[in-house]
């Protein structure tokens, strides 16, 4: 598609429950990154994928929290047992290789609430 | 962690009024980024800034890469009410001492807009 893609567009799951949100970059984007953003708060970075390197995990907020991202396209989001502190918009975001890899795009995001 | 301080928090204007907002960092950024995020959308990027004292447009907004690398501003003239948003500042997190992390980004906590016709 002409831009990011992700679904859905809103969950609302039960606690203690698991949800996968799903991200479709731009084709032919490299690079592959996953934010939080909680209600009136800034972007927090989650998880980086760029091509066939190991991903950077290391905004991860808990081991609940896990990312696949399969045939250097597609990627899950996945959350287990979800906590009502997870409740956010997540935004999935891509951008080529380069200088020009500054400019990310963005997802319209996917709106998690957890009861 | 590098840490960016944005500042309003939130601003109320009448139509016409040019805007100010401004982001601070306690760590030297190589690049400023600055975008903004619609209601139920994600962020947009308006303007990206690579050097110290660089100063560009894009239309009514003009953004300024502070000479110290610290901090950065953005100014929006003539406000209208599209304008109503987010403005988040960015910059890549640095991983070494002359690399940088592409895309992986810090923000700045947001700007909220508000114009009134």
Known sequence: ?115 | GQQLNQSPQSMFIQEGEDVSMNCTSSSIFNTWLWYKQDPGEGPVLLIALYKAGELTSNGRLTAQFGITRKDSFLNISASIPSDVGIYFCAGPHLINAGGTSYGKLTFGQGTILTVHP
């Open chain 1, 1 to 115: 598609g002409a831009g990011v893609s992700q679904s859905p567009s809103n969950k609302v799951t039960e606690k203690g429950k698991d949800v996968e949100l799903r991200c479709d970059p731009i084709s032919g984007h490299t690079a592959l990154y996953w934010y939080r953003q909680s209600l009136g708060q800034g972007l927090e970075f989650l998880i980086y994928f760029q091509g066939n390197s190991a991903p950077d995990k290391s905004g991860l907020p808990s081991d609940r929290f896990s990312a696949e991202r399969t045939g250097g396209s597609v990627s899950t989001l996945t959350i287990q047992r979800t906590q009502q502190e997870d409740s956010a918009v997540y935004l999935c975001a891509s951008s080529s290789r380069g200088r020009s890899g500054n400019t990310i795009y963005f997802g319209e995001g996917s709106w998690l609430t957890v009861v």
